[in-house]
Protein backbone atom coordinates (compact mmCIF):
# COMPACT_ATOMS: atom_id res chain seq x y z
CA UNK A 1 0.00 0.00 0.00
CA UNK A 2 2.99 2.01 0.40
CA UNK A 3 4.17 2.05 -3.52
CA UNK A 4 1.19 3.68 -4.86
CA UNK A 5 1.79 7.16 -2.27
CA UNK A 6 5.46 6.52 -3.21
CA UNK A 7 4.86 6.63 -6.53
CA UNK A 8 2.45 9.85 -6.51
CA UNK A 9 4.99 11.75 -3.94
CA UNK A 10 7.70 11.31 -6.82
CA UNK A 11 5.27 12.19 -9.60
CA UNK A 12 4.44 15.52 -7.56
CA UNK A 13 7.96 16.01 -6.69
CA UNK A 14 9.38 15.85 -10.54
CA UNK A 15 5.76 18.39 -11.61
CA UNK A 16 7.23 20.67 -8.84
CA UNK A 17 10.48 21.16 -10.47
CA UNK A 18 8.76 20.80 -14.00
CA UNK A 19 7.03 24.38 -12.67
CA UNK A 20 10.21 25.70 -11.65
CA UNK A 21 12.04 25.30 -14.30
CA UNK A 22 9.37 26.80 -16.36
CA UNK A 23 9.42 29.61 -14.67
CA UNK A 24 13.10 29.91 -14.59
CA UNK A 25 13.14 29.80 -18.40
CA UNK A 26 9.96 32.57 -18.43
CA UNK A 27 12.29 34.73 -15.78
CA UNK A 28 14.57 34.61 -18.17
CA UNK A 29 12.93 36.11 -21.07
CA UNK A 30 11.44 38.58 -19.00
CA UNK A 31 15.34 39.50 -18.56
CA UNK A 32 15.46 39.74 -21.95
CA UNK A 33 12.39 41.90 -22.36
CA UNK A 34 12.84 43.87 -19.26
CA UNK A 35 16.15 43.82 -17.26
CA UNK A 36 17.49 41.66 -14.42
CA UNK A 37 15.16 43.07 -11.33
CA UNK A 38 11.95 42.72 -13.19
CA UNK A 39 12.95 39.19 -13.90
CA UNK A 40 13.85 38.52 -10.27
CA UNK A 41 10.70 39.98 -8.65
CA UNK A 42 8.73 38.12 -11.63
CA UNK A 43 10.54 34.93 -10.84
CA UNK A 44 9.65 35.49 -7.30
CA UNK A 45 6.27 35.96 -6.89
CA UNK A 46 5.15 33.17 -9.51
CA UNK A 47 7.31 31.17 -7.72
CA UNK A 48 6.09 31.71 -4.48
CA UNK A 49 2.75 31.08 -5.99
CA UNK A 50 3.63 28.09 -7.45
CA UNK A 51 5.07 27.01 -4.56
CA UNK A 52 1.64 27.34 -3.01
CA UNK A 53 0.66 25.48 -5.62
CA UNK A 54 2.09 22.45 -5.66
CA UNK A 55 2.03 22.63 -1.46
CA UNK A 56 -2.01 21.97 -2.14
CA UNK A 57 -1.12 19.13 -3.94
CA UNK A 58 1.37 17.37 -1.89
CA UNK A 59 -1.18 17.92 1.61
CA UNK A 60 -4.03 16.20 -0.60
CA UNK A 61 -1.84 13.30 -2.49
CA UNK A 62 -3.65 10.88 -0.40
CA UNK A 63 -6.52 11.28 -1.59
CA UNK A 64 -5.23 10.04 -5.27
CA UNK A 65 -8.51 7.95 -5.51
CA UNK A 66 -12.30 7.90 -6.96
CA UNK A 67 -13.50 7.77 -3.49
CA UNK A 68 -12.73 7.68 0.28
CA UNK A 69 -13.43 3.57 -0.24
CA UNK A 70 -11.50 3.57 -3.50
CA UNK A 71 -8.24 1.73 -4.00
CA UNK A 72 -5.65 4.57 -4.66
CA UNK A 73 -4.37 5.20 -8.39
CA UNK A 74 -0.83 3.90 -8.87
CA UNK A 75 -0.09 7.58 -10.92
CA UNK A 76 -2.02 10.90 -10.70
CA UNK A 77 -3.09 10.86 -14.23
CA UNK A 78 -3.31 12.90 -16.92
CA UNK A 79 -6.35 14.81 -15.96
CA UNK A 80 -4.56 15.93 -12.61
CA UNK A 81 -1.44 16.70 -14.37
CA UNK A 82 -3.57 18.89 -16.56
CA UNK A 83 -4.81 20.82 -13.20
CA UNK A 84 -1.03 20.99 -12.32
CA UNK A 85 -0.67 22.75 -15.18
CA UNK A 86 -3.14 25.44 -14.81
CA UNK A 87 -1.39 26.04 -11.30
CA UNK A 88 1.46 27.04 -13.15
CA UNK A 89 -0.29 29.06 -15.56
CA UNK A 90 -1.67 30.95 -12.94
CA UNK A 91 1.36 31.39 -11.00
CA UNK A 92 3.12 32.76 -13.90
CA UNK A 93 0.22 35.42 -14.07
CA UNK A 94 1.00 36.13 -10.44
CA UNK A 95 4.63 37.37 -11.54
CA UNK A 96 2.47 40.29 -13.46
CA UNK A 97 1.30 41.34 -10.09
CA UNK A 98 5.42 43.29 -9.73
CA UNK A 99 5.08 44.44 -13.35
CA UNK A 100 1.58 46.12 -13.88
CA UNK A 101 2.71 49.34 -14.64
CA UNK A 102 5.92 48.37 -16.80
CA UNK A 103 4.42 49.36 -20.22
CA UNK A 104 6.96 47.37 -22.21
CA UNK A 105 4.89 44.44 -21.82
CA UNK A 106 0.72 44.54 -22.46
CA UNK A 107 -1.76 43.28 -19.83
CA UNK A 108 -2.65 40.98 -22.73
CA UNK A 109 -0.14 38.29 -21.61
CA UNK A 110 -1.42 37.61 -18.28
CA UNK A 111 -4.50 37.57 -19.86
CA UNK A 112 -3.36 35.16 -22.38
CA UNK A 113 -2.14 32.77 -19.37
CA UNK A 114 -5.32 33.31 -17.25
CA UNK A 115 -7.84 32.12 -20.71
CA UNK A 116 -5.62 29.44 -21.25
CA UNK A 117 -5.95 28.44 -17.57
CA UNK A 118 -9.69 29.09 -17.45
CA UNK A 119 -9.99 26.97 -20.96
CA UNK A 120 -7.71 23.82 -19.04
CA UNK A 121 -10.72 24.37 -16.44
CA UNK A 122 -13.02 22.65 -18.87
CA UNK A 123 -10.85 20.33 -20.14
CA UNK A 124 -8.88 18.57 -17.10
CA UNK A 125 -12.25 16.99 -15.67
CA UNK A 126 -13.83 15.98 -18.76
CA UNK A 127 -10.24 13.61 -19.66
CA UNK A 128 -10.23 12.64 -15.94
CA UNK A 129 -13.66 11.34 -16.69
CA UNK A 130 -13.19 9.94 -20.55
CA UNK A 131 -9.82 8.04 -18.69
CA UNK A 132 -11.85 6.80 -16.03
CA UNK A 133 -9.10 8.31 -13.55
CA UNK A 134 -11.47 11.02 -11.78
CA UNK A 135 -9.87 11.67 -8.47
CA UNK A 136 -10.43 13.25 -5.10
CA UNK A 137 -7.23 14.91 -5.48
CA UNK A 138 -7.88 16.49 -8.78
CA UNK A 139 -11.48 17.79 -7.26
CA UNK A 140 -10.00 19.87 -4.04
CA UNK A 141 -7.29 20.98 -6.72
CA UNK A 142 -9.50 22.21 -9.07
CA UNK A 143 -11.01 24.31 -6.17
CA UNK A 144 -7.77 25.35 -5.03
CA UNK A 145 -6.72 26.83 -8.22
CA UNK A 146 -10.04 28.28 -9.23
CA UNK A 147 -10.19 29.87 -5.67
CA UNK A 148 -6.05 30.96 -6.54
CA UNK A 149 -7.41 32.20 -9.85
CA UNK A 150 -9.93 34.47 -9.05
CA UNK A 151 -7.94 36.13 -6.28
CA UNK A 152 -4.45 36.90 -8.33
CA UNK A 153 -7.01 37.46 -12.20
CA UNK A 154 -9.12 40.29 -10.02
CA UNK A 155 -5.90 41.88 -8.17
CA UNK A 156 -4.49 42.56 -11.80
CA UNK A 157 -7.79 43.60 -12.84
CA UNK A 158 -7.75 46.38 -10.52
CA UNK A 159 -3.82 47.14 -10.85
CA UNK A 160 -4.68 47.28 -14.05
CA UNK A 161 -7.77 49.96 -13.46
CA UNK A 162 -10.02 47.75 -15.07
CA UNK A 163 -12.58 46.82 -11.80
CA UNK A 164 -13.24 48.79 -8.60
CA UNK A 165 -10.77 47.07 -5.65
CA UNK A 166 -14.16 46.59 -4.31
CA UNK A 167 -14.55 43.35 -6.20
CA UNK A 168 -11.85 41.55 -4.28
CA UNK A 169 -14.19 40.54 -1.80
CA UNK A 170 -15.86 38.27 -4.10
CA UNK A 171 -12.14 37.23 -4.50
CA UNK A 172 -11.57 36.37 -0.86
CA UNK A 173 -14.47 34.81 -0.25
CA UNK A 174 -13.27 31.04 -0.91
CA UNK A 175 -10.39 32.27 1.89
CA UNK A 176 -13.00 33.57 4.37
CA UNK A 177 -15.12 30.20 4.16
CA UNK A 178 -12.00 27.79 4.62
CA UNK A 179 -10.86 30.09 7.82
CA UNK A 180 -14.52 30.00 8.98
CA UNK A 181 -14.06 26.13 8.48
CA UNK A 182 -10.34 25.95 10.29
CA UNK A 183 -12.31 28.36 13.27
CA UNK A 184 -15.12 25.76 13.47
CA UNK A 185 -12.44 22.82 13.95
CA UNK A 186 -10.46 24.53 16.50
CA UNK A 187 -13.73 25.69 18.33
CA UNK A 188 -14.58 21.74 18.66
CA UNK A 189 -17.87 22.22 16.30
CA UNK A 190 -18.62 20.31 13.18
CA UNK A 191 -18.21 21.12 9.80
CA UNK A 192 -21.01 19.74 7.22
CA UNK A 193 -20.08 18.87 3.45
CA UNK A 194 -21.84 21.28 0.98
CA UNK A 195 -24.75 19.86 -0.78
CA UNK A 196 -23.25 19.76 -4.53
CA UNK A 197 -24.71 22.30 -6.52
CA UNK A 198 -24.40 23.49 -10.08
CA UNK A 199 -24.74 26.87 -9.23
CA UNK A 200 -21.50 27.57 -7.81
CA UNK A 201 -19.98 26.43 -10.97
CA UNK A 202 -22.09 27.63 -12.98
CA UNK A 203 -21.04 31.60 -10.92
CA UNK A 204 -17.83 30.79 -10.91
CA UNK A 205 -17.17 30.01 -14.76
CA UNK A 206 -18.85 33.17 -15.18
CA UNK A 207 -16.28 35.19 -12.81
CA UNK A 208 -13.81 33.57 -14.75
CA UNK A 209 -15.07 34.92 -17.45
CA UNK A 210 -15.61 38.70 -16.32
Not at 69 to 80: E, F, N, V
Not at 91 to 102: D, K, Q
Request: charged share 10%; net charge positive; glycine share 8%.
Amino acid sequence: SMLPHSSIAQELQLSALAGYVALLASSSAVWLLLDVQAAVQWGIVASLAWTYAVSQAWLRRAQNRASATSPDYSTLGLGTHLTLLRGALIAAMAGFLVLHNEPRISAAVPALLYSVAAILDRVDGAVARKRNHTSQLGSELDTVFDAMGLLIAPMLAVLYGKVHFSYLLVSIAYYCFVAGLGWRSRHGLANYPLHPSLLRRTLAGFQMGF
